[in-house]
C-alpha cells in the first residue's frame, strides 16, 4: 500500500506558475506508475500527466503540454507537478495517484491509490 498527500496548491493569477507536489510513504514507491489529475466542481475527474516507474518522459493531456512538467524523484518518495502559464480554466482541485496495473495508466479507474486533492485556483 502506499499513502499520497499533495501539497503546493494556492491562488494564483493567470499567467503564474505553482508546484504540486505529492508525497508519498509505504511499501515500494518505485513500483507505481503516478498520474497528476484534476477535478472542478461537478465535473468528472480529468487526466492531466503521467510519470513511469523509472521517471523518463511523462505523458500529458493535450490541454497542458507544453505548460506543465512532471517528474519524480524516487529517492523522496514524491512527485512533482511544475506548472506555468497558468490559465484560469485550469483550476480545479488536483490529485496524485498510484496505479500498478498498468502501464500506461490513463483513466482514474486504472489507478489504486489517491491523495486528498490539493485546491489550484487560476484568477485573470
Known amino acids: 500500500q502506499v499513502q499520497l498527500e499533495e501539497s503546493g496548491g494556492g491562488l494564483v493569477q493567470a499567467g503564474g506558475s505553482l508546484r504540486l507536489s505529492c508525497a508519498a510513504s509505504?511499501?515500494?514507491?518505485?513500483?507505481?506508475?503516478l498520474g497528476w489529475f484534476r477535478q472542478a466542481p461537478g465535473k468528472e475527474r480529468e487526466f492531466v500527466a503521467r510519470i513511469g516507474r523509472s521517471g523518463g518522459r511523462p505523458y500529458y493531456a493535450e490541454s497542458v503540454k507544453g505548460r506543465f512538467t512532471m517528474f519524480r524523484d524516487n529517492a523522496k518518495n514524491s512527485v512533482y507537478l511544475q506548472m506555468a502559464s497558468l490559465k484560469p480554466e485550469d483550476t480545479a482541485v488536483y490529485y496524485c495517484?498510484?496505479?500498478?496495473?498498468?502501464?500506461?495508466?490513463?483513466?482514474?479507474?486504472?489507478?489504486?491509490?489517491w491523495g486528498q486533492g490539493t485546491q489550484v485556483t487560476v484568477s485573470s
Open positions: 495517484a498510484a496505479g500498478g496495473q498498468r502501464l500506461t495508466p490513463t483513466f482514474p479507474r486504472e489507478y489504486d491509490y
Open positions: 509505504g511499501r515500494t514507491f518505485s513500483s507505481y506508475v
